[in-house]
């Protein structure tokens, strides 16, 4: 009997796994047929396609060159070239120049990141962040070495 | 209805108006040779486009789409690849038997695929033992799957061959006792004989239940034959890497390949011819315009409707079961299939000799 009870039960689970994959066979597709659709389709929320810095509309960013995301790069990816600028000259009286220290090339090597967001969980004014693009295919090692911020940016004032 | 029957007829008749006979029979030998060969590779390329296809589609993706529309002729170029590709040489393989293998595996497939009756006189020969020709013909595979597994020196294919060899003899039994509950009905082994016999009612509703046991039979048994689907361990790739083609490349995997596609092909074939009516169309008593109607559909048409149906059931259960065990494997074989088919063959005897 229990045989007999064996087989049909392999049958009905035969038919089950059947009906399961028959669902999916006419479910619609989740492939993406990607040149054609190239620009219809945002990738989803959480991608990490590479780092970019935010510029607003003033061409002004929000790096201090603090160096925080370079410290804290495991593999040496960022690199920060910052310049002192001269705000007052120094003073006749011996009182010292007033002195910053701003961006002046925020280095960024494609080739080397793992992308594991650790500089845009340290950075402290949030300056960087990552954008969904994801075609980073050059001809040249060398085209990965980008500077992220734009040619005569300046840092963004202070919102009180 | 059209058969094709005539166009073979006419090219015999043009052939000896103006040959003798021994010069008309070697045209027509070389003509039959082409065409076989040309309509084994030809389906070999839709089944394999085909599979890829249908696997994809089980697993909500889309299959090959870039060569040609659809895809379609992705299995050419797979074809021109395996052709242009290296045949490595290998070291300490048995030279002859290694080469041997993969010609015994494609010689039976395509000397079982000539006996399949695709219409009325469109088969290459028709014996009057006709099943048990395609019974004996498609297990020599098996000799080849052995020997390509012994040749390669290799121990994955050692296991695989074995594997393939307990497998294949143990279903090819069940899968002859299915066969034989159907020559018990029809009392003929002549395939044309078998066809002609179900222009009314198709084998499957003429012999009743135990004419559907053994068809299930037959499809469970017939599918294990072809090493696929929930029974491919001969070429379990997580544990064997290929299983006994391993050690091939170019053309002689591609003989292994094309044989196991075209087997799937020829097990619905035999399955189409034994049990739903070869050729014949769908013919219900009473509806006579219906009849009619699909009557007026070419045989050969009905004859790869159906395979191609037995070959998309395959390809279902394929992609929907998990692999088997080996002592699984045997178990449904050796404590289920076969005693089931002897059973069913009991009850066929009743049903002939009552009904």
């Not at chain 1, 701003?102 to 340290?122: N, R």
């Not at chain 2, 070697?26 to 070999?44: D, F, K, P």
């Not at chain 2, 034989?180 to 012999?207: D, P």
């Not at chain 2, 219900?284 to 109607?293: R, V």
């Amino acid at each position: 009997m229990n045989y007999i009870k064996n087989i049909l039960l392999g049958i009905w689970h035969l038919m089950q796994g059947m009906y399961i994959t028959m669902l999916n066979f006419i479910r619609p597709k989740v492939t993406e047929c990607y040149p054609e659709n190239r620009g219809k389709v945002e990738p989803l929320g959480a991608m990490r396609g590479e780092l970019v810095m935010f510029h607003n509309e003033n061409n002004q960013h929000r790096c201090t060159a603090c160096g925080i995301c370079q410290m804290n790069c495991p593999n040496g990816t960022i690199q920060i070239h910052s310049k002192t600028v001269i705000l007052e000259p120094a003073g006749e009286d011996g009182t010292p120049a007033k002195t910053k220290k701003v961006l002046d090339k925020y280095i960024y090597d494609l080739g080397s990141c793992t992308f594991c967001s650790i500089c845009t969980i340290s950075c402290p004014q949030n300056a960087i962040e990552w954008s969904k693009n994801f075609e980073h295919a050059t001809f040249t090692s060398p085209k990965l070495l980008n500077q992220l911020n734009h040619d005569g940016s300046s840092l963004m004032e202070k919102q009180k | 209805m059209f058969h094709f029957e005539v166009v073979t007829q006419w090219i015999d008749e043009f052939l000896r108006t103006y040959l003798t006979d021994v010069w008309a029979l070697l045209i027509e030998y070389v003509l039959i040779g082409v065409v076989i060969l040309g309509v084994y590779a030809v389906l070999a390329l839709v089944l394999i486009w085909l599979e890829r296809k249908i696997c994809a589609f089980f697993q909500c993706r889309l299959g090959p789409t870039r060569v040609g529309p659809l895809g379609l002729l992705q299995s050419v170029a797979d074809m021109v690849k395996i052709l242009l590709k290296e045949l490595i040489k290998i070291d300490r393989v048995d030279p002859f038997l290694f080469r041997l293998a993969a010609f015994m595996v494609i010689i039976a497939s395509i000397c079982t695929f000539g006996a399949i009756p695709f219409d009325k006189g469109l088969l290459v020969i028709d014996f009057n033992i006709g099943v048990f020709y395609l019974l004996a013909v498609s297990s020599l595979g098996v000799v080849g799957i052995l020997m390509a597994g012994w040749a390669s020196n290799n121990k994955y294919t050692m296991i695989g061959a074995m594997r393939s060899g307990a497998q294949l003899i143990s279903y090819e039994l069940s899968c002859g006792l299915a066969m034989m509950t159907i020559v018990m009905l029809s009392g003929s082994l002549q395939l044309s004989e078998i066809v002609e016999q179900q222009a009314y009612a198709w084998n499957l509703w003429r012999g009743g239940i135990p004419a559907i046991i053994a068809f299930v039979i037959y499809l469970i048994a017939g599918h294990a034959e072809t090493n696929r689907g929930p029974f491919d361990l001969p070429e379990a790739e997580s544990e064997l890497t290929a299983g006994y083609h391993t050690e091939y490349s170019g053309i002689q995997f591609g003989f292994f390949y094309l044989a196991e596609y075209l087997n799937m092909f020829i097990i619905a074939a035999i399955a189409t011819t034994l049990f739903l009516g070869g050729w014949q169309p769908l013919y219900i008593p009473g509806w006579d315009a219906f009849n009619s109607t699909m009557a007026f559909i070419p045989p050969v048409m009905w004859f790869f409707a159906k395979a191609f149906a037995c070959v998309l059931l395959s390809l279902w259960v394929r992609w929907t079961m998990p692999r088997l065990r080996i002592d699984q494997l045997l178990n449904l074989e050796w404590k289920i299939l076969m005693p089931l088919a002897l059973i069913n063959i009991l009850l066929m005897a009743l049903w002939v000799i009552y009904l």
